[in-house]
Protein backbone atom coordinates (compact mmCIF):
# COMPACT_ATOMS: atom_id res chain seq x y z
CA UNK A 1 0.00 0.00 0.00
CA UNK A 2 1.33 3.26 -0.76
CA UNK A 3 0.85 6.16 1.67
CA UNK A 4 1.70 9.85 1.53
CA UNK A 5 4.65 10.43 3.61
CA UNK A 6 4.66 12.12 7.63
CA UNK A 7 4.37 15.65 7.10
CA UNK A 8 7.77 17.13 8.37
CA UNK A 9 8.62 17.84 12.01
CA UNK A 10 11.60 19.30 13.19
CA UNK A 11 13.51 17.33 16.04
CA UNK A 12 14.64 13.57 17.06
CA UNK A 13 12.72 10.64 17.63
CA UNK A 14 13.38 7.84 20.06
CA UNK A 15 12.75 4.35 18.25
CA UNK A 16 12.85 0.83 19.18
CA UNK A 17 13.11 -1.86 16.48
CA UNK A 18 12.54 -5.79 17.28
CA UNK A 19 12.03 -8.92 16.34
CA UNK A 20 8.80 -11.32 16.91
CA UNK A 21 8.03 -14.33 15.97
CA UNK A 22 4.96 -16.57 15.01
CA UNK A 23 6.08 -19.10 17.64
CA UNK A 24 8.29 -19.10 20.64
CA UNK A 25 9.84 -22.04 18.91
CA UNK A 26 10.51 -20.09 15.56
CA UNK A 27 11.63 -17.04 18.18
CA UNK A 28 14.03 -19.06 19.95
CA UNK A 29 15.53 -20.65 16.93
CA UNK A 30 17.06 -16.91 15.99
CA UNK A 31 20.77 -16.48 16.96
CA UNK A 32 21.34 -13.33 15.54
CA UNK A 33 19.67 -10.40 13.95
CA UNK A 34 21.94 -7.60 11.87
CA UNK A 35 20.17 -4.68 11.04
CA UNK A 36 20.93 -2.38 8.15
CA UNK A 37 20.15 1.38 8.59
CA UNK A 38 19.78 4.60 6.42
CA UNK A 39 23.14 5.82 4.99
CA UNK A 40 22.65 8.71 7.31
CA UNK A 41 24.03 6.90 9.99
CA UNK A 42 27.62 6.75 10.82
CA UNK A 43 27.38 3.34 11.89
CA UNK A 44 24.66 1.59 9.10
CA UNK A 45 25.15 -2.16 9.98
CA UNK A 46 24.40 -2.99 13.87
CA UNK A 47 24.28 -6.65 14.85
CA UNK A 48 22.75 -7.93 18.17
CA UNK A 49 22.66 -11.45 19.59
CA UNK A 50 20.30 -10.27 22.54
CA UNK A 51 17.74 -12.63 22.60
CA UNK A 52 16.79 -12.06 26.18
CA UNK A 53 15.78 -8.33 24.75
CA UNK A 54 13.68 -9.79 21.07
CA UNK A 55 17.16 -8.51 19.51
CA UNK A 56 16.28 -4.43 20.30
CA UNK A 57 17.70 -1.72 18.77
CA UNK A 58 16.99 1.61 20.28
CA UNK A 59 17.32 4.42 17.60
CA UNK A 60 17.17 8.26 17.48
CA UNK A 61 16.36 9.07 14.25
CA UNK A 62 14.62 12.35 12.61
CA UNK A 63 12.85 10.94 9.51
CA UNK A 64 11.51 7.80 8.11
CA UNK A 65 13.51 5.50 6.26
CA UNK A 66 13.18 1.11 5.70
CA UNK A 67 15.18 -0.92 8.19
CA UNK A 68 16.48 -4.13 6.67
CA UNK A 69 17.11 -7.15 9.01
CA UNK A 70 19.01 -10.25 8.57
CA UNK A 71 17.90 -12.76 10.78
CA UNK A 72 20.22 -16.11 11.27
CA UNK A 73 18.46 -19.07 12.60
CA UNK A 74 19.72 -22.38 14.48
CA UNK A 75 19.74 -25.29 11.34
CA UNK A 76 17.92 -22.88 9.17
CA UNK A 77 18.29 -20.62 6.03
CA UNK A 78 18.57 -17.05 7.56
CA UNK A 79 15.71 -14.45 6.64
CA UNK A 80 15.89 -11.14 4.86
CA UNK A 81 13.18 -8.55 6.34
CA UNK A 82 12.07 -5.13 6.00
CA UNK A 83 10.31 -2.81 8.18
CA UNK A 84 9.75 1.10 7.36
CA UNK A 85 9.93 3.11 9.88
CA UNK A 86 7.07 5.35 10.18
CA UNK A 87 6.86 8.79 12.57
CA UNK A 88 3.90 10.06 14.64
CA UNK A 89 1.40 12.03 11.95
CA UNK A 90 1.11 9.76 9.47
CA UNK A 91 -2.40 9.73 7.73
CA UNK A 92 -4.75 6.38 8.74
CA UNK A 93 -4.66 4.01 6.22
Given at each position: ?93
Amino acid sequence: MIAPKTLDKRGLYRVKVWLEAYSEVDFNNCIRVTYRLHNSFKKQIIATESHNNQFELWLNIWGEFTVIAYVERKNQEALWLTRYLDLPGRPPE
